[in-house]
């Protein structure tokens, strides 16, 4: 992911506790394989939204450099319009065939 992706995403951390359910995308991002069953089940269990929020934070940022494109359509697909603009995203998107935009690279490193 590139790096003003990853700041933007932090800088945005307290917004997208407070208005993000990680579990509405996962299956998503697992679909477009930006995150593994492991990495989800580990996100999972977090016992506060927040915690898990920044743990799915902490876990794109790393991730290849399709992730944040992927989590931002993700966005937009469950409705999540104030979120969507506030990471940048515009209502008439013309991403990259889908073919480019969900090919990623798996993190190095591993989460447990």
């Known amino acids: 992911m590139e790096e003003a992706h990853q700041k933007l995403l932090k800088r945005n951390l307290p917004r997208l506790g407070e208005e993000l359910d ?5 299956n998503s991002l697992i679909a477009n394989d930006i995150l593994s069953y492991q990495e989800v089940e580990n996100i999972s269990s977090k ?19 399709d ?6 359509q993700a966005l937009k697909e469950l409705k999540l319009k104030e979120l ?8 008439d998107d013309s991403a990259s ?3 480019e935009l969900f090919s990623t690279k798996a993190c190095i490193t591993e989460h447990n």
């Open 84 to 91: 969507f603009k506030l990471l940048g995203g515009k209502d």
């Open 67 to 72: 992730a944040f494109d992927v989590f931002l």
């Open 97 to 99: 065939s889908q073919g």
């Open 22 to 26: 990680p579990s509405l995308i996962f």
């Open 47 to 65: 016992t506060v939204r927040g915690a898990q929020v920044r743990e799915l934070v902490r876990t794109l940022t790393c991730k290849g450099p």
